[in-house]
């Protein structure tokens, strides 16, 4: 008994040591930072909407419409139904945010599920990956417009189509993490003693590719949002007069040169989200990975 305490104050002592040097790794990373910044920044907006935000996003003041950047009370400007560009901007994010991330956690679910299953069972692994196959088989903003084409158009169905277009992905990335991992002494051990294959699979393989399944997590946070604005854009998600910045883009490109800003905004709003997105993940992945060690 006294012995196992003591592995595990090891154990856990390792995966502090572990923390902090991948912290360390990230924090020198100074576009991650920056990154990490953003995401932060919009987390604070999509929460605390209903403060920062100086009007109501879906209430209109034609005697206010289209005016520019700076004016009096509407700092970014209004839309051509004189709705605040700001507010608008502020409950967008949490749309993006909430959309995002809905649709990765189902996706992770379902793709880790799967990868799972592949990687560790042969009999499963030929049939899922045909299935994985086909669904690559289709470029995934198609496939998401199709999904939404059978089901309607509405955020909800934007967040299963995004969630269905992640899984492929994510499943490939586990399978490959858990082909590598269950070969190792310590998987083979467990089995020798008897160990239940779900026993292996949660407590021993899943943890071991957690680093790959956050990297693949952070960067397809970018790629959600993104497809969320273009499907919005499209028409196939957020519906006037909802708050989202695709379809903000929308209804401001007939006003590209009387009223730039209803699109210009919008668009730089996404531009700098996905970028953190992205430059976080590819962070995440340096920093988690053990090759970084090497040579210290």
């Avoid at 956690?105 to 599920?113: H, N, T």
Wanted: charged share 15%; aromatic share 8%.
């Amino acid at each position: 008994m006294a012995e196992a305490v003591v592995d595990n104050q090891v154990q856990k002592k390792k995966k502090d040591i572990a923390f902090f040097r991948t912290f360390r790794r990230l924090v020198k990373n100074k576009l991650a930072v920056f990154g990490l910044v953003i995401i932060v920044l919009l987390t604070i907006m999509a929460v605390f909407a209903p403060i920062i935000a100086t009007y109501d996003p879906i209430e209109q003041d034609l005697t206010s419409a289209e005016l520019g950047l700076g004016s009096e009370g509407h700092w970014l400007g209004t839309d051509n139904y004189g709705r605040d560009m700001w507010s608008r901007l502020v409950y967008g994010a949490r749309v993006s945010l909430v959309v995002g991330i809905t649709s990765v956690v189902i996706g992770l679910v379902g793709g880790v599920a799967l990868g799972l299953l592949a990687g560790y069972y042969r009999k499963l692994d030929g049939i899922i990956m045909r299935i994985v196959d086909l669904l690559f088989a289709f470029p995934g903003i198609l496939l998401a417009m199709l999904i939404i084409a059978m089901l309607g158009t509405s955020l909800v169905n934007v967040v299963i189509a995004i969630s269905i277009w992640s899984i492929p992905g994510c499943a490939r990335i586990v399978r490959g993490s858990v082909l590598s991992v269950k070969k190792q002494e310590y998987v083979l051990a467990m089995k020798s003693l008897g160990a239940s294959n779900s026993r292996i699979l949660l407590k021993h393989i899943l943890p071991n590719c957690t680093a790959p399944i956050i990297v693949f997590a952070t960067m397809r946070m970018a790629t959600s949002i993104l497809s969320t604005s273009a499907l919005s854009f499209l028409g196939l998600g957020a519906q006037p007069p909802t708050a989202e910045w695709g379809a903000m883009i929308a209804a401001g490109q007939d006003f590209m040169w009387s009223a730039p800003h209803m699109t210009i905004v919008p668009g730089i709003a996404i531009m700098l989200v996905v970028f953190a997105f992205n430059v976080v993940g590819d962070g995440l992945r340096d920093a988690l990975d053990p090759n970084m060690d090497l040579g210290k």
